[in-house]
């Protein structure tokens, strides 16, 4: 038994099981990313976007049947997009422009989503689960090459590296132009925004329509890639650990990213461990994710960073 268990801890860093951990962690992690970048877009002008799993999943399902029926991966990336913006206009109406509690509100959306897509796909395909077929992936010739990391990193759907090539894009947004500025002062000082004399109900609502479509992008990615199928309640919970990677991630897109392939190991780890041939309770696995949530709020927690202003609604003249 021992030289079993020996065995079997030695196959876990072999080459086949540390390839098949970063490539389910990029996996699994990528919708995690899309989201968790939208939600950091939103929390900096003051929004908290609780609808994140509810956008997520009429992405996932819109951008699905966009692939089915028109056999299409980039018209399927768009109909999901436009699937979370759907549910992220009525956070902008209910809470941006009206001024309604955005907990309420964003958990409406969830349970909104969750609702309306378990019905549509029961009527549109019954019983059934159809399955799209394998995603085309783009490779980058030599890097591709390199072992266990190469494989895995490097031969990707193209929105993968359009997700990565958009985190650079946020980072100089942020630190270099009006509209990171902006966005920084509609959630840290509002009153200080609408005296310069931009919009903060303007800023706010194109925040959270931006919000709305990385997460339907990332719902999208999640039915066509990481899934090939569309099935009710599909993100089990990874809008929520898309909010608490945007909360650690201080606003800081580079981490956004590290935390989502980290969380994505988390949700992928049961393959790599058959593959090392470890037993261990399918119960236990689907904690890991949430136990790795609690485990980072209690060392990060303190250092996570909130802008003064998010959740509380503006009204132009008032202190």
């Excluded at 989201?35 to 976007?49: D, F, H, Q, W, Y």
């Excluded at 966009?66 to 809470?95: D, I, N, R």
């Excluded at 759907?157 to 990565?164: K, R, S």
């Excluded at 609502?205 to 309640?233: K, N, R």
């Amino acid at each position: 038994m021992i030289v079993l268990q020996f065995a079997a801890a030695s196959n876990i860093f072999s080459k086949a099981v540390l390839t098949s951990l970063i490539a389910g962690g990029l996996l699994a992690g990528i919708p995690l990313m899309f989201t968790a970048l939208g939600e950091t877009i939103s929390e900096r002008a003051g929004v908290l976007n609780l609808g994140l799993e509810g956008m997520m999943l009429l992405g996932a399902y819109i951008g699905f049947v966009g692939v089915y029926y028109l056999h299409s991966e980039a018209v399927g990336y768009l109909f999901g997009m436009l699937g979370g913006m759907m549910g992220a206009s009525l956070m902008v109406v209910l809470c941006v422009w009206l001024g309604l509690d955005q907990i309420v509100v964003g958990i409406a959306i969830t349970l909104a989503g969750e609702g309306i897509t378990s019905v549509l796909q029961g009527a549109q395909f019954g019983t059934s689960y159809p399955r799209l077929g394998a995603p085309s992936t783009v490779s980058i010739p030599l890097l591709d090459k390199i072992p266990i990391i190469g494989p895995s990193l490097f031969t990707q759907p193209l929105v993968v590296y359009l997700g990565f090539a958009l985190a650079g894009f946020l980072v100089w947004m942020f630190r270099s132009t009006n509209v990171g500025l902006n966005l920084r002062a509609a959630g840290e000082k509002p009153e200080a925004l609408d005296a310069a004399g931009v919009s903060v109900v303007a800023t706010r609502s194109w925040a959270a329509l931006s919000t709305g479509a990385l997460a339907g992008l990332g719902g999208a990615y999640l039915a066509i890639v990481s899934a090939g199928v569309f099935t009710p309640f599909m993100t089990q919970g990874q809008g929520f650990m898309a909010i608490v990677i945007a909360m650690l991630a201080r606003g800081k897109p580079v981490w956004v990213v590290l935390g989502s392939f980290l969380f994505g190991i988390c949700l992928s780890i049961a393959t790599a461990l058959q593959l090392a041939g470890v037993n261990v309770s399918t119960d236990l696995v689907n904690m890991l994710p949430f136990i790795a949530i609690i485990v980072s709020l209690i060392i990060f927690g303190r250092r996570s960073y909130l802008p003064p202003a998010l959740c509380i609604p503006y009204v132009r003249g008032a202190r």
